[in-house]
C-alpha cells in the first residue's frame, strides 16, 4: 500500500467504530486508485464480507450475491433472494453478534439494473426498524462513477444523512507521484506526470512497471507506453470519459475537454470552440466537474468570472496530442516521427499549463511556512486589466493568506514560465500587476515571484538577494 495512511485510517476508524447498530460508508474515487485494494484489504483483516458487483440483470445479481452470502456464512443449504428488500436485510445479518465490514464494491452496476436500490438501503437502514438495530454491519458501498456516488448522500437523495463516512480517494499528488514512479529527476519526474498523473494503477498495471530509466528515454518511453496502440494506456482517456453515466453525447463532451485542453478556459471561450452557446454546455460542464474530470475555479480578481482546467493529465495528452491525429497513431507506422512532430503540442498545450498547475499547488501544499509572509489559505489565478495601456495581465499565481492580525491579504502575486529563462522584463511586468491591483487591495507587503524550468538571468538573482522577488525552480518545487 503507497500512501494510503488517511485512507486506511478512515476505514478501519468506520469499521471499529463500536457503534451499536447497522452504520453506512461511501467511498468514491475515479477508477484505478486503489479502492478495491482498500477494501479488499479492510475485509481480510477484519473477516469481513466482500462483494463486487458485475454489470448483470438484478435477478443475476440477486443470484450472485446470494452465492456468495451463502459461502461467507457457511450456509448448508443454498440461499436466495426474491428481491434486494431480502438481499439487504441478508447483508445486515451477517453481522448480528460482531462488528464486521460488509462492502459492496461497483455499487452503480447495481442501481443502473435495480434504480430503487437506494431507497431500499434507506428503508433498511431506518433508525428505529429492528434489523438495524440488530446488526453491527458497518455496509461501505464503492463505485467509480464519481457524479453517481457524489450524489447518493447529497441533497434531497434517499441516503442523505444516512451515511457515516463519504471517503473520496484521491490520485497521487505531483510528488507523491514521483516517488511511486521512483523518479529523482524533477524535469523527468514532471514531465511524465503531465502525461499519466497520479493514477498507481497506471504504473502497476498498465506499462507493468516500466518507468524512464533517464531523461533520455522519456521519449522512447511515450512511444512505448502511451502511443503505443498495444498498450492499455494508448485507450484509457477515451474509457474515461465512457464510463462516466451521466454523458449521453460523448462526442460533444470530448469537444468541450478539448476545448480546455487547448487553452480556452472561459465558458465562452469554451462554447466559441465548440460551436454551441454558451447555455448549451452549461449541463457538459456540470457533468465533467461532478466526475472529476474538470475544475471549476474562480477568477481571484474577477467574481463572476470562471476558470476551468482539465483535472486529468491523461486526458489533456489525449486531447492536445494524442486525439488530433488519432487514426495515424493507431496505425503506428512511424510513431517516433509524429511524436516529434507534435512535440510543440506537448510543449505548448500539455506542459507548459501543466507546470503552472504544479507551481499553484506548491504555494498551496509545499511552500515553506512563513515563504509568502502569512499563513496561506487560499491560491488561484486571474486577470488584471490596465485601462491606461489597453491591455489585459494574467496573473498565473495569486497566494491569499492571513497575516498576524488575522486579516486577508493578498501576500504574493506571481508569474509561471516553462521554457524561458526569466529576466528582470518579468519582474517589471509584476511591479505593474501589483500597482494596479493596490486599488483594490492593500499591497504594501505583497511579494513577487517568479517561476521557472529553465531558470533566471543573473539581474533577477540579484534583485532576489536583495529581497525584490522570489525565485523558484523546479529543484524546489519537487523538494
Known amino acids: 500500500m503507497f500512501d494510503r495512511d488517511r485512507e486506511w485510517a478512515a476505514l478501519t476508524a468506520f469499521a471499529t467504530s463500536n457503534q451499536p447498530n447497522a452504520t453506512l460508508g461511501v467511498v468514491s474515487g475515479r477508477r484505478r486508485q486503489g479502492k478495491t485494494f482498500l477494501l479488499e484489504s479492510l475485509c481480510e483483516a477484519a473477516d469481513g464480507f466482500y462483494f463486487a458487483a458485475d454489470q448483470a440483470t438484478e435477478a443475476e445479481s440477486l443470484r450472485y450475491l446470494a452465492a456468495a452470502v451463502g459461502e461467507f456464512a457457511g450456509a448448508r443449504f443454498p440461499i436466495a433472494f426474491d428481491d434486494w428488500r431480502q438481499a439487504v436485510d441478508g447483508l445486515l445479518a451477517l453481522a448480528e453478534d460482531r462488528q464486521l465490514p460488509v462492502v459492496i464494491d461497483e455499487f452503480p452496476y447495481l442501481v443502473k439494473a435495480t434504480p430503487g436500490l437506494p431507497s431500499i438501503i434507506q428503508s433498511a437502514l431506518a433508525p428505529r426498524r429492528v434489523e438495524r438495530r440488530r446488526s453491527r454491519a458497518r455496509l461501505l458501498l464503492c463505485g467509480s462513477a464519481m457524479s453517481f456516488m457524489g450524489s447518493l448522500p447529497a441533497g434531497t437523495a434517499p441516503l442523505r444523512g444516512r451515511a457515516g463516512l463519504e471517503l473520496i480517494v484521491?490520485?497521487?499528488?505531483?510528488?507523491?507521484?514521483?516517488?511511486?514512479?521512483?523518479?529523482?529527476?524533477?524535469?523527468?519526474?514532471?514531465?511524465?506526470?503531465?502525461?499519466?498523473?497520479?493514477?498507481?494503477?497506471?504504473?502497476?498495471?498498465?506499462?507493468e512497471g516500466d518507468s524512464p530509466a533517464g531523461f533520455d528515454d522519456f521519449d522512447p518511453?511515450?512511444?512505448?507506453?502511451?502511443?503505443?496502440?498495444?498498450?492499455?494506456?494508448?485507450?484509457?482517456?477515451?474509457?474515461?470519459?465512457?464510463?462516466?453515466?451521466?454523458?449521453?453525447?460523448?462526442?460533444?463532451?470530448?469537444?468541450?475537454?478539448?476545448?480546455?485542453?487547448?487553452?480556452?478556459s472561459t465558458t465562452g471561450g469554451?462554447?466559441?470552440?465548440?460551436?454551441?452557446?454558451?447555455?448549451?454546455?452549461?449541463?457538459?460542464?456540470?457533468?465533467l466537474e461532478d466526475s472529476g474530470l474538470l475544475r471549476r475555479e474562480p477568477d481571484v480578481f474577477r467574481a463572476n468570472r470562471m476558470l476551468h482546467r482539465v483535472a486529468e493529465p491523461l486526458i489533456t495528452f489525449y486531447q492536445a496530442v494524442q486525439r488530433p491525429d488519432w487514426a495515424e497513431w493507431e496505425r503506428a507506422r512511424d510513431s517516433a516521427r509524429l511524436w516529434e512532430r507534435r512535440q510543440h503540442r506537448f510543449e505548448s498545450n500539455v506542459l507548459g499549463p501543466h507546470f503552472e498547475q504544479v507551481c499553484r499547488?506548491?504555494?498551496?501544499?509545499?511552500?515553506?511556512?512563513?515563504?509568502?509572509g502569512g499563513y496561506v489559505n487560499r491560491v488561484g489565478s486571474g486577470v488584471v486589466n490596465d485601462a491606461d495601456r489597453r491591455v489585459s495581465h494574467e496573473v498565473d499565481i495569486a497566494v491569499f493568506g492571513e497575516r498576524a492580525d488575522d486579516t486577508e491579504a493578498l501576500l504574493c502575486i506571481g508569474e509561471v514560465k516553462w521554457n524561458d529563462v526569466m529576466g528582470i522584463g518579468h519582474l517589471e511586468r509584476l511591479r505593474r500587476i501589483r500597482h494596479l491591483?493596490?486599488?483594490?487591495?492593500?499591497?504594501?507587503?505583497?511579494?513577487?515571484?517568479?517561476?521557472?524550468?529553465?531558470?533566471?538571468?543573473?539581474?533577477?538573482?540579484?534583485?532576489a538577494e536583495e529581497g525584490e522577488v522570489l525565485l523558484i525552480g523546479l529543484g524546489d518545487l519537487y523538494g
Open 170 to 207: 484521491p490520485t497521487l499528488d505531483y510528488r507523491l507521484a514521483a516517488s511511486f514512479w521512483e523518479l529523482n529527476d524533477p524535469r523527468l519526474a514532471l514531465r511524465v506526470h503531465a502525461v499519466v498523473g497520479g493514477t498507481p494503477a497506471y504504473r502497476r498495471e498498465f506499462v
Open 221 to 264: 518511453w511515450v512511444l512505448r507506453t502511451v502511443l503505443n496502440p498495444a498498450s492499455p494506456l494508448f485507450r484509457e482517456a477515451r474509457y474515461l470519459l465512457s464510463e462516466e453515466p451521466g454523458m449521453r453525447d460523448p462526442g460533444l463532451y470530448h469537444s468541450v475537454l478539448a476545448a480546455v485542453a487547448h487553452g480556452n
Open 270 to 287: 469554451i462554447a466559441s470552440y465548440v460551436g454551441r452557446r454558451s447555455s448549451d454546455i452549461s449541463h457538459p460542464l456540470s457533468v
Open 361 to 372: 499547488d506548491w504555494s498551496f501544499d509545499y511552500a515553506p511556512a512563513g515563504f509568502f
Open 437 to 463: 491591483l493596490s486599488a483594490k487591495f492593500d499591497t504594501t507587503h505583497t511579494r513577487l515571484a517568479c517561476y521557472s524550468a529553465a531558470g533566471f538571468m543573473p539581474a533577477l538573482h540579484t534583485a
